[in-house]
Nanobody
């Protein structure tokens, strides 16, 4: 079965950096659009970034554009999210997801498989 495992979360001060990883198994990783979402306490799950199957095309939420970078290594079945200049508002559980569609999606119902999430906490 499909399994997505996020890692790399933690506690960081505002202005700092973290790199999240999402290791995938049970699917042909290299053919799918992948995405990152996040869910802050008491809020819904929001789109963060997405990347095409070959890593050439990316798409970001306005709130993270210029600070976060999504990437993937198809040889390792792994996706990454480099997060720089972190802010307290970035505090959330971060989830990776697989989309079987052919175009980018930004809503949770457009993604088919999800990881369990990794906590990112940014202190002020």
């Amino acid at each position: 079965q499909v399994q997505l495992v996020e890692s790399g979360g933690g506690l960081v001060q505002a202005g700092g950096s973290l790199r999240l990883s999402c290791a995938a198994s049970g699917l042909t990783f290299s053919i799918y659009i992948m995405g990152w979402f996040r869910q802050a306490p008491g809020k819904g799950r929001d789109f963060v970034a997405a990347i095409s199957w070959n890593g050439i095309n990316t798409y970001y939420a306005d709130s993270v554009k210029g600070r976060f970078t999504i990437s993937r290594d198809n040889a390792k079945n792994t996706m990454y999210l480099q997060m720089n200049r972190l802010k307290p508002d970035d505090t959330a559980v971060y989830y990776c997801a697989v989309r079987r569609g052919v175009a980018f999606g930004i809503s949770i119902d457009q993604y088919d498989y999800w990881g369990q999430g990794t906590q990112v906490t940014v202190s002020s």
